[in-house]
């Protein structure tokens, strides 16, 4: 079934590539692509992880899931191109322009120091949360007592993790602005320079609250932005942008793999970066396999707990009934082989609504991302940036699929509304007030 699976998912990517007009940024592709690498992670440990014994159920939710995706995208995409989007006099003015995005020194020194000051009481309050120790050992323990402990003595305070949605914010409103500029061939020596600092306090905050994750996912959102804006890519050199994206890939990757004993992975001491990268990118995919035919005999605390946490958790602040529980899934082996508590975003949906749900869930997943896509491209990227900076944060939850799910765990919760409130602040400041034409 493995193999099968394997080989199904290529031909799945040349389908989704050109039933999307080459699209490299089309949902369905992005979808597909991502699933292929795991599944080849996956295979390069076959014979260690018994993948010659891989269940029909997980072979069907696989592909069945990527066909649903490519299915839906289709649907959508004939429908929002048929018929055409007439643009309004204001966005017939805007297309074709080509616009400066001046960053404000002052502005941006600023937010800087404020940055600062938050990474300041965040790495203050991971030091108090997670006791002493070396750099490592803290941010392992740091890691352990707040996502495995329902104490709330040893939580971020609230204020700081609000606080800290501006460091994040801000790492890809400047990430647009710098990419725009360079696409208009206007960026200066000032603007990468500012956008490397406001990029550093990204960077730092990440790593202090062991979230490596948050690295790919800017590097995600970047390539989308630049994608997405750039009308003039020559689409006859895709060879050239395929390779130049794979050592980006492949870089961001070794520096992944380089920084774990860092952040407190500590027993991935002894991995080579071959072992490590097929494991955390793979794992999901064997994991899985082990969870449907072995599945965890629990009762969930309400319903959709492991789908909707963020939204959940929310509700808890008014429904004091609703019981708290931790939703970090199991840690699981095979052969004596640690592989991890990453399931895919198809496992909480599993454990909460079973096959029907999980193809619901999908569909819902596939239409949004198709919908909200279609129609922003439609209407126009680098005519209605604050939508494209939202998008591009938004899809990196495509990337992340075998990882886990973000679409309903995470966007579907008031955490996110309060993001939208500051990414708009500091759009309106960085990218709106300081845009000049050419």
Same mark, same amino acid.
Not at 149 to 154: C, G, V
Not at 291 to 307: A, E
């Given at each position: 079934?493995?193999?099968?699976?394997?080989?199904?998912?290529?031909?799945?990517?040349?389908?989704?590539?050109?039933?999307?007009?080459?699209?490299?940024?089309?949902?369905?592709?992005?979808?597909?692509?991502?699933?292929?690498?795991?599944?080849?992670?996956?295979?390069?440990?076959?014979?260690?992880?018994?993948?010659?014994?891989?269940?029909?159920?997980?072979?069907?939710?696989?592909?069945?899931?990527?066909?649903?995706?490519?299915?839906?995208?289709?649907?959508?995409?004939?429908?929002?191109?048929?018929?055409?989007?007439?643009?309004?006099?204001?966005?017939?003015?805007?297309?074709?322009?080509?616009?400066?995005?001046?960053?404000?020194?002052?502005?941006?020194?600023?937010?800087?120091?404020?940055?600062?000051?938050?990474?300041?009481?965040?790495?203050?309050?991971?030091?108090?949360?997670?006791?002493?120790?070396?750099?490592?050992?803290?941010?392992?323990?740091?890691?352990?007592?707040?996502?495995?402990?329902?104490?709330?003595?040893?939580?971020?305070?609230?204020?700081?993790?609000?606080?800290?949605?501006?460091?994040?914010?801000?790492?890809?409103?400047?990430?647009?602005?710098?990419?725009?500029?360079?696409?208009?061939?206007?960026?200066?020596?000032?603007?990468?320079?500012?956008?490397?600092?406001?990029?550093?306090?990204?960077?730092?905050?990440?790593?202090?609250?062991?979230?490596?994750?948050?690295?790919?996912?800017?590097?995600?959102?970047?390539?989308?932005?630049?994608?997405?804006?750039?009308?003039?890519?020559?689409?006859?050199?895709?060879?050239?942008? &395929?390779?130049? $994206?794979?050592?980006?890939?492949? #870089?961001?990757?070794? %520096? /992944? !793999?380089?920084?774990?004993?860092?952040? *407190?992975?500590?027993?991935?001491?002894?991995?080579?970066?071959?072992?490590?990268?097929?494991?955390?990118?793979?794992?999901?995919?064997?994991?899985?396999?082990?969870?449907?035919?072995?599945?965890?005999?629990?009762?969930?605390?309400?319903?959709?707990?492991?789908?909707?946490?963020?939204?959940?958790?929310?509700?808890?602040?008014?429904?004091?009934?609703?019981?708290?529980?931790?939703?970090?899934?199991?840690?699981?082996?095979?052969?004596?082989?640690?592989?991890?508590?990453?399931?895919?975003?198809?496992?909480?949906?599993?454990?909460?609504?079973?096959?029907?749900? &999980?193809?619901? $869930?999908?569909?819902?997943?596939? #239409?949004?991302?198709? %919908? /909200? !896509?279609?129609?922003?491209?439609?209407? *126009?990227?680098?005519?209605?940036?604050?939508?494209?900076?939202?998008?591009?944060?938004?899809?990196?939850?495509?990337?992340?699929?075998?990882?886990?799910?973000?679409?309903?765990?995470?966007?579907?919760?008031?955490?996110?509304?309060?993001?939208?409130?500051?990414?708009?602040?500091?759009?309106?400041?960085?990218?709106?007030?300081?845009?000049?034409?050419?």
């Amino acid at each position: 079934m493995f193999i099968l699976m394997l080989l199904l998912f290529f031909p799945f990517d040349i389908m989704a590539f050109f039933i999307f007009d080459s699209d490299l940024t089309a949902p369905p592709l992005l979808f597909c692509l991502s699933y292929t690498f795991s599944i080849l992670c996956a295979f390069i440990n076959y014979n260690y992880w018994g993948l010659y014994n891989y269940s029909f159920l997980s072979f069907a939710i696989f592909t069945i899931g990527a066909i649903e995706f490519i299915f839906i995208a289709f649907m959508v995409k004939n429908m929002i191109n048929s018929p055409k989007y007439i643009l309004s006099k204001t966005d017939q003015l805007e297309m074709g322009k080509r616009k400066y995005i001046n960053l404000s020194i002052s502005f941006t020194i600023f937010l800087f120091i404020f940055n600062i000051i938050i990474l300041f009481l965040w790495i203050k309050n991971v030091r108090i949360i997670a006791g002493g120790g070396n750099f490592s050992q803290m941010l392992e323990n740091y890691r352990l007592k707040s996502q495995y402990s329902l104490n709330t003595d040893i939580k971020m305070p609230g204020y700081l993790t609000q606080l800290s949605k501006i460091v994040i914010a801000s790492g890809y409103v400047y990430t647009f602005a710098i990419i725009e500029n360079v696409i208009n061939k206007s960026v200066k020596k000032k603007d990468v320079f500012l956008t490397i600092l406001i990029i550093f306090t990204y960077v730092v905050m990440s790593l202090f609250d062991s979230n490596r994750l948050n690295l790919l996912q800017l590097l995600g959102a970047a390539v989308i932005y630049y994608l997405v804006l750039n009308n003039n890519i020559d689409y006859k050199k895709l060879g050239t942008i &395929v390779l130049r $994206l794979v050592l980006a890939f492949a #870089l961001l990757l070794f %520096v /992944f !793999y380089e920084i774990r004993l860092l952040i *407190g992975r500590s027993d991935s001491e002894n991995s080579t970066l071959v072992e490590y990268i097929t494991k955390y990118a793979g794992g999901p995919i064997k994991l899985f396999d082990l969870f449907v035919t072995d599945p965890v005999k629990r009762v969930s605390p309400v319903w959709g707990f492991q789908s909707f946490g963020s939204l959940i958790k929310t509700l808890r602040g008014f429904i004091p009934s609703i019981p708290d529980a931790i939703s970090n899934q199991e840690f699981r082996s095979f052969n004596g082989i640690s592989l991890g508590n990453v399931y895919s975003a198809y496992r909480g949906w599993y454990e909460d609504f079973g096959l029907k749900g &999980v193809i619901i $869930l999908q569909g819902i997943y596939s #239409l949004f991302y198709s %919908v /909200f !896509y279609y129609k922003l491209k439609e209407f *126009g990227f680098s005519i209605h940036k604050f939508t494209t900076i939202i998008y591009g944060y938004m899809a990196t939850s495509i990337f992340l699929h075998p990882i886990s799910d973000f679409l309903f765990s995470m966007f579907l919760s008031v955490g996110f509304c309060i993001y939208l409130v500051v990414f708009y602040a500091l759009y309106v400041v960085v990218i709106k007030k300081r845009s000049i034409e050419l």
